[in-house]
């Protein structure tokens, strides 16, 4: 005691601080015997059983993959009717319908929104494997959706128009002017930027992506938008072979030289038959044809009937004037060889008597007098004939057309 008493606080403090620092070690060095011995599996050993998908439950944001959901409709289950709170379909329910089908660990999540459940897996399989085979909920099948059911695809509203081979320091306005001049309104025009490794960059393509509103009028594939030539690039967009008409089905999109169908006719647009072996086009063929020999016939008959008519008047005509030649032969007389002084005598007499120019005159009137008569007597003859060319044959002999 005394020796206790006689020792300086400052050796007390130092001899307790030894004393702690052994019984200290001797605490560790035992905790470390024993969690060698007694030491659980750590996360990471337990994550390796798993597949590779699988995220721990720690994980604070965890990503669904680009899997898409399953859905299930309670009206499909409960029919019109709303089912009191005591029957509605639970999480767990679904979950363990879906331990009968595949492993738990793939199950992503399970939503209800509006009387309508969402399963979002991990694997395309399972999902696959789930709209096959169904599942059964409360002893019941369960028809799953592939899409949202309640989801009613509506014609796009919008068209999307690609434009290319237009310089990235060319306005972009030029392209909304010509556009609007077509009547098609514009919602809004983007630069398309490079993608690399599934990264956007911020370098430009070239490309402008335009948003603008549903057309009916089809654009061209190639479009002047200032000084430069575009490339057109749309959704149902005409190719060139769409606008060529084929001969043989007339209808557009091929040529005859692709064409799958029948032969089409072009006058009754029955399949199976050519225009040519068509009965109706053979029908007016035929007419046509008939007409013109008829025509053909007509003409025949009268080119006859006019020659027949232009050879009686030549004869006529030629007969007249031989009878007027014997006449001016029988005017004048007939010189016998009897004497010289008798025909002398006789000659002296006659141009005594009648000058040569009342003779000329008397025998031109002789001559007109017969010729009507003789031509009075055709006319009544051949009264069917044209009487504008006996008109002409009077004309030609100065003679007058008489009715009788």
């Not at 459940?117 to 789930?130: F, K, Q, T």
């Not at 938008?225 to 060529?244: C, N, P």
């Not at 001969?247 to 557009?252: I, V």
């Amino acid at each position: 005691m005394s020796n206790n008493q006689n020792m300086i606080p400052e050796q007390q403090n130092e001899n307790n601080k030894q004393d702690l620092d052994g019984k200290q070690s001797e605490i560790d060095k035992s905790q470390s015997d024993g969690s060698d011995k007694t030491s659980a599996p750590s996360v990471s050993n337990v994550v390796k059983h798993h597949s590779v998908n699988y995220q721990a439950y720690s994980d604070p944001e965890p990503k669904l993959k680009g899997v898409k959901p399953i859905f299930i409709k309670e009206s499909d289950f409960f029919g019109n009717k709303t089912p009191p709170k005591e029957l509605w379909i639970t999480h767990v329910e679904i979950y363990k319908a879906l331990e009968h089908k595949i492993k738990p660990q793939f199950v992503r999540g399970i939503q209800r929104i509006k009387q309508m459940w969402r399963i979002y897996l991990d694997s395309e399989v399972d999902r696959m494997l789930l709209l096959t085979e169904g599942i059964t909920l409360r002893n019941k099948s369960v028809p799953l959706h592939s899409q949202n059911p309640y989801y009613q695809k509506d014609e796009y509203i919008t068209t999307t128009v690609r434009v290319k081979n237009i310089p990235l320091s060319a306005d972009d306005g030029k392209i909304d002017r010509e556009l609007r001049q077509r009547n098609i309104e514009v919602f809004t025009i983007n630069r398309e930027r490079l993608r690399v490794d599934n990264l956007v960059t911020n370098c430009w393509t070239g490309d402008r992506v335009v948003i603008c509103n549903k057309f009916d009028k089809p654009l061209p594939r190639f479009l002047t938008i200032g000084q430069y030539t575009a490339s057109i690039y749309l959704f149902g967009q005409l190719k060139d072979t769409d606008m060529f008409l084929c001969n043989k089905c007339q209808l557009k999109g091929h040529n005859i030289k692709n064409c799958p169908n029948e032969w089409k006719c072009r006058l009754c647009n029955e399949y199976g038959q050519k225009m040519f072996d068509c009965p109706t086009f053979l029908a007016k063929k035929m007419g046509k044809n008939s007409e013109t020999e008829k025509d053909e016939q007509q003409e025949t008959t009268a080119a006859n009937v006019d020659e027949n008519t232009n050879t009686e008047e030549r004869q006529q005509i030629e007969a007249l004037t031989e009878n007027d030649k014997k006449d001016d032969t029988d005017e004048q007389p007939e010189l016998t060889d009897g004497d010289d002084e008798d025909n002398l005598t006789h000659s002296m007499s006659l141009n005594k008597e009648i000058t040569a120019a009342d003779a000329k005159k008397k025998k031109k009137k002789r001559r007109q007098k017969r010729k009507e008569t003789k031509l009075q007597l055709i006319l009544l003859k051949n009264r069917h004939q044209n009487r504008q060319k006996q008109k002409e044959i009077l004309q030609l002999h100065n003679l007058t057309f008489q009715k009788f």
